[in-house]
């Protein structure tokens, strides 16, 4: 059983800072690209900003110099450090890796629970 477990998020306001950690739990053999997605009311799911396990990294145009992910290979960690936050930003921040459980399975997309960002005066 893999469990993703983010923390982190809650209020802050128009140019301020949070975050956002995600921890992978359980029966782990490896993980792969690990990302955050975000969805705010009213619209889909989207990519934030993504980390394969050699950290190369990618971001939404919209996050580009603002936002910076990393992870902790060691740790099985990923966070997700939020600058200049701005009220477009409120969403619900949800973590995504891709695990293999053991060496003899097949990997697959695990997603966290989500966690809350409200950004506001």
């Known amino acids: 059983q893999v469990q993703l477990v983010e923390s982190g998020g809650g209020l802050a306001q128009p140019g301020g800072s949070l975050r956002l950690s995600c921890a992978a739990s359980?029966?782990?053999?490896?993980?792969?690209?690990m990302g955050w997605y975000r969805q705010a009311p009213g619209k889909e799911r989207e990519l934030v900003a993504a980390i394969t396990r050699g950290r190369t990294t990618t971001y939404a145009d919209s996050v580009k110099g603002r936002f910076t992910i990393s992870r902790d290979n060691a740790a099985n960690t990923v966070y997700l450090q939020m600058n200049s936050l701005k009220p477009d930003d409120t969403a619900v921040y949800y973590c995504?890796?891709?695990?293999?459980?053991?060496?003899?399975?097949?990997?697959?997309?695990?997603w966290g629970e989500g966690t809350l960002v409200t950004v506001s005066s």
């Open positions: 995504n890796a891709f695990i293999i459980a053991t060496p003899m399975s097949v990997g697959m997309a695990y």
């Open positions: 359980g029966s782990i053999f490896s993980i792969g690209a």
